[in-house]
């Protein structure tokens, strides 16, 4: 295990964390302890898999059926989708959700502003490799700071010569005590994109309730969205309009082998990000920002 700071704060980065890994390959992941919260972080995608504030409830969900294999999403947390969120719309044949999930990022930064906090900076250089996938170099970075809430900062940099168009989410996935009696309110009234009837436009005229799979797209939605349950938690962002709701239902959850039967009753997926008409092109040189804050109420 290798020590990376020690002041009031831990953050360690181990090869094998028996908790989360129950299979070799093992994939380093960082634990993070400050006086607000515990936390886990894989190193492959930036991602982070588990936060918990201090004395209140868990804001994430992790698969109990996680694989914690090499060059494998692992289900749960929040991934970072990019550089296209879900199918690629001009080819379909590439990686649903992009290649950067599956890949490690850089850790460049860690700062302890005082013993309630921990920023962490990643940072992903998109290389020759890449280039098959995306032919448009770019930089990515992901601030994480975490606190008794997520605050998530991803930047983007077109580093390539023509104008690079972007689509991408924080696909975060949040624990449900109850399903059935689970709402997200911030959404009534926009139109949504069914993937359940192929991208077809539908009103949202109330609350969304989940009494089968779900698989929604709103776009140009308004900063804050609420999941209505236990816990509470409250998700708002800034620069990244769209909003992909999603649960695959039980018959998905079933065949899913990092998901497994009955376990689609455990989570649901609120994510921010921006995709389809919100995604972003940049033009040479051009960078622009997202922020993402996600909270909990008891």
């Avoid at 599956?102 to 502003?113: A, K, M, T, V, Y």
């Avoid at 997520?150 to 689509?167: Q, V």
Wanted: proline share 6%; charged share 15%; glycine share 6%.
């Amino acid at each position: 295990m290798q020590q990376i700071i020690n002041h009031s704060q831990t953050v360690t980065l181990t090869d094998s964390i028996q908790r989360y890994q129950k299979s070799p390959p093992a994939q380093p992941l960082l634990h993070i302890s400050n006086q607000s919260c515990e936390a886990v972080i894989a190193v492959q995608g930036a991602h982070l898999i588990q936060f918990k504030p201090q004395s209140a409830a868990e804001l994430l969900w992790l698969s109990p059926n996680a694989i914690f294999a090499e060059g494998t999403a692992i289900r749960g947390g929040i991934p970072v989708c990019l550089p296209w969120f879900g199918v690629n719309q001009k080819d379909p044949s590439k990686p649903k959700h992009g290649f950067v999930r599956n890949q490690d990022w850089q850790l460049s930064e860690i700062h302890e502003p005082d013993p309630n906090t921990t920023e962490l900076v990643f940072t992903y250089e998109s290389s020759t490799a890449d280039w098959a996938l995306f032919p448009h170099p770019f930089t990515a970075q992901l601030q994480i700071t975490l606190s008794n809430k997520i605050e998530l900062k991803l930047t983007l940099h077109n580093r390539s010569a023509s104008d690079a168009e972007f689509s991408w989410a924080l696909h975060s996935y949040h624990p449900v005590t109850d399903l059935a009696s689970t709402a997200v309110a911030g959404l009534s009234g926009l139109n949504y994109l069914d993937n359940l009837q192929g991208l077809k436009p539908t009103l949202q005229d109330s609350n969304i309730r989940f009494n089968g799979e779900v698989d929604r797209v709103y776009e140009s939605v308004p900063v804050s969205q609420q999941i209505l349950g236990q816990p509470t938690i409250s998700i708002s962002g800034h620069n990244c309009e769209t909003a992909i709701v999603w649960n695959p239902g039980a018959e998905n959850a079933a065949a899913m082998n990092d998901v497994g039967e009955g376990i689609h009753q455990q989570f649901i997926c609120v994510e921010r990000g921006a995709a389809f008409r919100n995604s972003w092109v940049l033009a040479p040189d051009e960078s622009r920002q997202a922020t993402l804050q996600i909270t909990g109420t008891s």
